[in-house]
DNA sequence: CCGGATCCGCCTAGATACTG
DNA sequence: CAGTATCTAGGCGGATCCGG
């Protein structure tokens, strides 16, 4: 934080781009799917209906959509064979280990701040 | 990533779990006006109405939800003077720096990621 | 088999006005 | 000064049906 900050305060133009970085790294990783998504395609490349399998609840309409995010942020490969019916593959990118450092990031962080949470919640139940 | 992943194909649980807490630390921070709100107070304690000059089009409706929320996050303490009329002054707790390291990695994967996008969209004109 | 198209309900952000 | 109250809008996720 401080490193980050000390850089902010001389300016705010500089600020307001780092802010924005963070944003758009929020923004990739965000929503109800990308994240089931990214770990069930770890384990292994599937198709389509194998993926909604896979990915309990998720329709049809919503997984094209974030299969197709996925895709454009270069996280998911999108092969298609020509056998009859087409087979479509979708698999995870190489690029996609650019993420290990931030998702174990926000892992430990998320980890931490449960427990606070939960430990504040009792403290709060033991006075009333 | 790695890391991670080793975790979680031995069972469907603690993956679940990861992703979960991941989604936490995602869902602290996420909004439109989360980081915003913390690198203003990271700056200097404010009062409500300063803050909301700070925070350029942020709303007295917003602005106060927003601050109930960092508030229940432990990230901002409200401390309420006994003026006439009161005081109020919102300011960040030492918790907050627990974020440090979560957001430096979203900073640098964020700006990596942009980069990355703007390159392959230039790649993508050049071929049109 | 792999989706696209359409419709719909909900949630939440925002605008605006107002109050102790 | 420090918020609330009320209303509106739009975007997202979901359900359902349709097509190559």
Sequence with gaps: MKAIVDEQIPNREKCLSNVNAIRDALFVLNGKWKLPLIFTL????QRFNEIQQSVQGITPKIL???????????????????????TVIYEIT???????????????????HRDMIRESMRKKKDVS
């Design 64 to 86: 094209s959509k974030e299969l197709k995010d996925l895709e454009e942020n270069g996280f998911v490969k999108r092969c298609v064979y020509p056998t009859t019916p087409v």
């Design 94 to 112: 190489p690029y996609s280990d650019t993420l290990k450092s931030v998702l174990h990031e926000l892992y430990l962080w998320g980890t931490q």
């Design 42 to 45: 770890l384990e292994r490349s």
